[in-house]
Nanobody, 127 residues
Framework: QVQLVESGGGLVQAGDSLRLSCAAS????????MGWFRQGPGKEREFVAH????????IYADSVKGRFTISRDIAKKTVNLQMNSLKPEDTAVYYC????????????????????WGQGTQVTVSS
């Protein structure tokens, strides 16, 4: 059974950096699509970034492009999200997600395409 556990959230000031980590366990993840989503107060869950487990191909939401970097460590089975130049509008609960399918670029941003989710970690950015 796939388990995803996020860590690294916290309270920071605008302009600061944070690094989120998602520990994946329960099976091998070759061929999986891994993603980060977030849900701000009163908002719907939105796509942040995605990476293919095997090839490391990435896609980012326009709102985080150039500031956030997604990566994976195959040996440690972790997916990381380096967040730089944080803004108050980045405040949200951040979720790690996994899909057993190799999602095409037109599907990676839809939450319903991911069958596995972590419990989330809170990121709060003060102005």
């Amino acid at each position: 059974q796939v388990q995803l556990v996020e860590s690294g959230g916290g309270l920071v000031q605008a302009g600061d950096s944070l690094r989120l980590s998602c520990a994946a366990s329960g099976r091998t993840f070759s061929g999986f699509t891994m993603g980060w989503f977030r849900q701000g107060p009163g908002k719907e869950r939105e796509f942040v970034a995605h990476i293919t487990w095997s090839g490391g191909r990435t896609i980012y939401a326009d709102s985080v492009k150039g500031r956030f970097t997604i990566s994976r460590d195959i040996a440690k089975k972790t997916v990381n999200l380096q967040m730089n130049s944080l803004k108050p509008e980045d405040t949200a609960v951040y979720y790690c997600a996994a899909s057993a399918a190799a999602l095409g670029s037109m599907r990676v941003s839809f939450a319903h395409e991911y069958g596995y989710w972590g419990q989330g970690t809170q990121v709060t950015v003060s102005s």
